[in-house]
């Protein structure tokens, strides 16, 4: 599957943003999605993921209660509401399909390398 995410701009903090994940070339309904992002100097981080069904999300503890994870299977594509933000949330942002399903996911759904395919990043930058 291809992925290509948009989106991403410079807000100030406390603004908001929407990313979306477009989908093609595969069955979405079978992938389980997950938002992924990296600062200048800093390791890839999990950030939040959905599962093949829409009816499971996963946060990291920093952006909980402010992001929310969704699908659109209709429009093959997975969105991040990114609410109240901070500058520390300055990143790229990267969508990411894995076909892990069933109990696995519930485990492995933080691992980047359980992702199979990448969309080529948005930045998000904040500035304070």
């Known amino acids: 599957v291809q992925l290509q995410a948009s989106g991403g701009g410079l807000v100030q903090a406390g603004d908001s943003l929407r990313l979306s994940c477009a989908a093609s070339?595969?069955?979405?309904?079978?992938?389980?999605m997950g938002w992924f992002r990296q600062a200048p100097g800093k390791k890839r981080e999990f950030v939040a993921a959905?599962?093949?069904?829409?009816?499971?999300?996963k946060y990291a503890d920093s952006v909980k209660g402010r992001f929310t994870i969704s699908r659109d299977s209709a429009k093959s594509t997975v969105y991040l509401q990114m609410n109240s933000l901070k500058p520390e949330d300055t990143a790229v942002y990267y969508c990411?399909?894995?076909?892990?399903?069933?109990?696995?996911?519930?485990?492995?759904?933080?691992?980047?390398?359980?992702?199979?395919?990448w969309g080529q990043g948005t930045q998000v930058t904040v500035s304070s």
């Open positions: 990411a399909a894995t076909e892990v399903s069933g109990s696995s996911w519930y485990i492995r759904h933080r691992v980047s390398e359980e992702y199979d395919s």
């Open positions: 070339g595969g069955a979405f309904s079978s992938y389980s």
């Open positions: 959905i599962n093949w069904t829409g009816g499971s999300t």
